[in-house]
């Protein structure tokens, strides 16, 4: 069975993007977001095995949206984007209980080796 995948960005087509990385490796994309605050409905909604979820977006950011997910769910498995590379955030992220960071653009390797690890 395939494993499922959330896909959160406030752009479409970095969604588009992610959803042909995984989609084309056995990846079963259930459900999008283009906002923190939907995600966390979404979240409870669909039980995914995996978000991806990017840290700068409107209404909620990742990192708010990352913690309500695991105050709900302390075994959700989240990887964090993001176009800024920058130190703090990444530090940030994996303090609010995200398993991996992905930098924007999109590296496929990247993006599947990240997932495969917080799968494993």
């Known amino acids: 069975m395939a494993y499922t995948v959330m896909l959160v960005d406030d752009a479409a087509f970095m969604r588009m993007m992610l959803k042909d990385i995984l989609s084309n490796n056995g990846y079963q994309i259930?459900?999008?977001a283009e906002n923190g605050m939907i995600a966390v409905d979404k979240y409870s909604e669909l039980k995914p095995d995996i978000t991806i979820m990017d840290i700068t977006m409107p209404e909620m950011d990742g990192l708010q949206a990352v913690k309500e997910i695991r105050a709900k769910d302390p075994q959700a498995k989240v990887i964090m984007c993001s176009a800024m590379g920058q130190q703090t955030m990444v530090i940030e992220a994996i303090q609010s209980?995200?398993?991996?960071?992905?930098?924007k653009p999109f590296q496929p390797d990247r993006v599947l080796e990240a997932v495969g690890k917080a799968l494993k």
Do not use: Y
Not at 97 to 103: E, L, M, P, T
């Open 97 to 103: 209980g995200a398993k991996d960071f992905v930098v």
């Open 30 to 32: 259930v459900g999008e």
